[in-house]
């Protein structure tokens, strides 16, 4: 008995075509032969919709070709300018991407050396407040530089 399978799987972008024969003889024995091509699409030009905005863009060839280089399987949605303006707002913030403004800081006295000392939370009175000097100091302290 033999027997011939085809595969063709496809790849965003970009098409390749895959053919596998496998074949069995009468004596049991297998034998299997892959054939790979690959076959570049040429890129066009696209108009997009700005999902922010709702203005038309266009996802040029060069992009979809660095786009498909890169890995990237969906078309953008945002055109330059609001792609931009989402890139500035969540920038700069250390804060999981909220950008809350700056830092809330409270006073508090040393339990160790007695100094005034700048903490980013509100000492609750049950747990000596260090100021950066002495907490440096404290034994199982690692700095985060």
């Known amino acids: 008995m033999c027997y011939t399978t085809f595969v063709v799987v496809p790849v965003p972008f970009e098409a390749q075509i895959v053919i596998s024969i496998s074949s069995a003889s009468a004596t049991g024995l297998h034998q299997q032969q892959t054939i790979g091509k690959e076959v570049t699409m040429a890129f066009t030009d696209k108009s997009i919709t700005c ?18 280089q890169r890995g990237f399987t969906n078309e953008p949605k945002r055109c330059n300018s609001c792609r931009q303006t989402r890139r500035n707002e969540t920038s700069g913030s250390t804060s ?29 009175g049950d747990r000596p407040v260090y100021c950066s000097d002495c907490f440096s100091k404290q034994p199982g302290y690692t700095s985060r530089r």
């Open 51 to 68: 999902s922010d905005c709702g203005q038309a863009f266009t996802f040029t060839a060069g992009e979809q070709e660095s786009f498909q």
């Open 96 to 124: 999981g991407g909220y950008n809350s403004g700056p830092r809330q800081m409270f006073s508090a006295v040393c339990a160790q050396c007695g100094k005034q000392a700048q903490v980013p939370f509100q000492p609750r």
